[in-house]
């Protein structure tokens, strides 16, 4: 330990354990208090916790928890400040609790077959709206041998996604439970799913997002907004089934719905999240309020970090989260007169937030890739310091010591403006060069830093690395005509634009051309696997859940629609553009070290991906190692602890082993501590 308490060698793997997560804040109707939910990874376990926790929004006294569970979530203030429900699962399944403000044992609200999910109050404190399943269904471990051996039948192009699995017959469908009596109703019903209730001022009416058309089942992530009378009835749409919405909200004057979402089909996903509003009447089109910052705006899909957009208390206007030059931002439009002003900032990620009443304070949950998260509470009006009222991760900024991250601004070969995050080690000093590490993050369409690589990034700068994060084109938060520029040109400028950041770090001094690494997971799987076909400039590859053949992605991933958008049409009809933008195609270029990491359950890149990678490098002598971690999916919150503490460790150890060989022997000494560490971590 150095004299502050912290370790001088920065940042370990097992670090990991020390983290939290923090997420969804909600403050209470009297604004008092904000409950928001911290997670951790429990060692013992093996497995990520969640509980309630309470603060005083004012802080200056230490937050306490309040829910004892180990998956409990979604905390709701009854808006008559008496309980606080939260989702809880207690048994088998997740149920509605309830928690009495002035005393006394929270209490089992729902009973529901297969469980609940997104809770909402009524504005009369009578009801919660929730979600839940319906039909009848078997869990696996209940079904005889026969039952288990029945086929699964598809018929549709929509079967499965990643983190849910493979679909079965139960749509999800807007229930609500009445506080004292525990009776529960069923407000929609039909072959559909309806998700994400939220309640009008008056109690009379329920929006939530629905497909319902009749080709639902043969494309993915698209959705509408409805409405229908909270007592149950007919539901009238809003919107025109020309893509996606989420988290419909009314305003206080039940006059108008926003939501989250764009209305340009496949292409959604490479073009800007909108903030739209829709007459609550219906018959009219939607509008965007967010289109003048040309910026990405969060919530879509659904946003697990709490509420990303609220309508101010006049309904006027509205306040939203949007990613800026890989920030994310708080804003506020003014519905009559277009405007839209920056009123929270700063270097860092806000991920949720939610207003106290008179809509002149908010609590944010807030996170960086060199400050842990934390809930803080801020004035709107400018005349108030922010206070850390969570006071989360205290330990990490104590005992741990983080990287430093710069901005880094180049020209990449075409001329465009391009910008990347370079993160450097602790000690870092000016003329020297080291080792450097480049991540390319998932997507495409997606953005660095990434805040929940934490442990990777500041691992690899704690052995001395360099990390360059960049944001080539296709990546968002720099407007949407760069967040398209890589559709149906993957592996081309994309490419070009990570190299001519190396070739900047390698030209300051910065970067040791004889030690350059590249890895990456998802789209930056692709990447890395198509770098090492295109150069041999890297000494060594880490290829997380690949895309490595553009034509077996298309025909075994869970989002088929979207492969034809970025490449164009289908593998029969476009044969020599799916093989010209396959990393499998160049493997016979490959002299790299490879390290493939991937989750056997992984829906979204199927691990196919990673074993066509794995033979034909494997044939041909080319040094390559593949882990395959059991369980998960592609999603990160998936994965086990112990299988994230032991893929930071052997991303590590894959560019330690691969050092020059002046270094090699102190390398081989360094790899067996690595493989005990990696062994007591996992218990």
Not at 476 to 481: H, I, L, Q, R
Not at 625 to 639: L, M
Request: aromatic share 10%; charged share 25%.
């Amino acid at each position: 330990m150095t004299p502050n308490g912290k370790r001088s060698n920065g940042v370990r793997p097992e670090d990991f354990y020390l983290m939290k997560g923090i997420s969804d804040p909600q403050v209470s109707p009297d604004g008092g208090r904000v409950a928001y939910v911290v997670s951790w990874p429990d060692k013992e376990e093996n497995e990520t916790q969640m509980a309630v926790y309470v603060a005083p929004a004012r802080g200056g006294s230490q937050p306490r928890r309040f829910s004892q569970g180990k998956k409990d979530h979604s905390p709701r203030w009854s808006p008559d400040g008496r309980y606080l429900a939260f989702v809880a699962e207690r048994g088998e399944k997740n149920q509605l609790w309830l928690a009495p403000l002035d005393g006394g044992e929270a209490r089992e609200l729902t009973n529901a077959e297969h469980g609940v999910s997104q809770p909402a109050w009524s504005p009369d404190s009578r009801r919660l709206a929730y979600v839940a399943r319906v039909g009848p269904y078997k869990d696996a471990k209940d079904r005889d041998p026969l039952e288990k051996a029945e086929p699964r039948v598809i018929r549709d192009l929509r079967y499965k996604l990643d983190g849910v699995g493979f679909f079965d017959e139960r749509p999800t469908h807007i229930f609500t439970v009445d506080v004292e009596s525990g009776k529960a109703t069923q407000v929609t019903e039909g072959d559909w799913n309806d998700d994400q209730p939220a309640w009008s001022a008056d109690g009379k009416w329920l929006a939530f997002i629905s497909d319902r058309e009749k080709e639902r089942h043969q494309r993915q992530w698209r959705s509408d907004v409805w409405v229908v009378a909270s007592m149950g009835g007919a539901a009238r749409k809003l919107t025109g089934s020309n893509g996606s919405a989420a988290h419909p909200t009314f305003s206080p004057d039940g006059r108008m719905v926003a939501f989250v979402g764009h209305e340009h089909g496949e292409a959604g996903l490479a073009k800007n999240m909108q903030l739209m509003a829709v007459s609550a009447r219906g018959g009219e089109a939607p509008r965007s309020v967010s289109e003048p910052i040309d910026r990405p705006v969060a919530g879509w899909p659904v946003f697990m970090s709490g509420r990303t957009f609220d309508w101010t208390p006049d309904s006027g206007g509205l306040l939203f989260l949007a990613g800026d030059r890989g920030r994310q931002a708080l804003y506020r439009a003014g519905l009559n007169n277009g405007s839209i002003t920056k009123v929270a900032d700063g270097e860092r990620q806000i991920e949720g937030f939610a207003l106290f009443p008179g809509g002149e304070r908010v609590a944010f949950c807030a996170v960086w890739l060199t400050e842990p998260a934390e809930v803080y509470v801020t004035s709107l009006t400018g005349r108030a310091r922010e206070t850390n009222i969570s006071r989360a991760n205290s330990e990490v900024r104590e005992k741990v010591k983080r990287a430093r991250l710069e901005r880094m601004t180049y020209v990449a070969a075409d001329g465009l403006q391009v910008e990347a995050f370079v993160l450097y080690p602790p000690g870092y000093r000016a003329g020297k060069r080291y080792p450097l590490s480049v991540n390319v993050h998932g997507g495409p369409h997606s953005f660095h830093p990434g805040s929940r690589s934490w442990l990777e990034f500041h691992s690899l700068t704690a052995r001395g690395y360099v990390v360059l994060l960049p944001n080539p084109r296709g990546s968002t938060t720099y407007g949407e005509a760069f967040s398209e520029a890589c559709v149906r040109d993957w592996g081309g400028r994309d490419y070009a634009d990570i190299m001519a950041g190396v070739d900047k770090l390698v030209e300051d001094g910065v970067a040791d051309p004889e030690r350059l690494y590249i890895g990456g997971y998802s789209y930056g799987g692709f990447m890395a696997s198509w770098a090492v076909g295109h150069t041999d400039r890297f000494r060594a590859a880490v290829v997380g859940a690949p895309v490595s053949d553009q034509v077996s992605m298309f025909g075994t991933g869970d989002i088929p629609l979207f492969d034809m958008f970025e490449t164009g049409g289908t593998p029969q009809e476009n044969p020599a553009e799916y093989a010209a933008r396959s990393p499998i195609t160049y493997l016979g270029n490959v002299r790299t070290p490879v390290l493939l990491v991937h989750h056997e359950g992984d829906l979204r890149c199927p691990i196919g991906q990673s074993e066509e990678i794995f033979h034909a490098l494997k044939v041909r002598g080319v040094e390559v190692e593949f882990v395959r971690y059991p369980g998960g999916f592609h999603t990160y919150n998936t994965h086990l602890p112990s299988q994230t503490v032991d893929r930071t460790g052997r991303v590590v150890e894959w560019y330690e082993l691969h050092q020059p060989k002046t270094q090699r022997r102190r390398v081989t000494r360094k790899r067996s501590a690595a493989a005990r560490v990696r062994a007591s971590s996992a218990g």
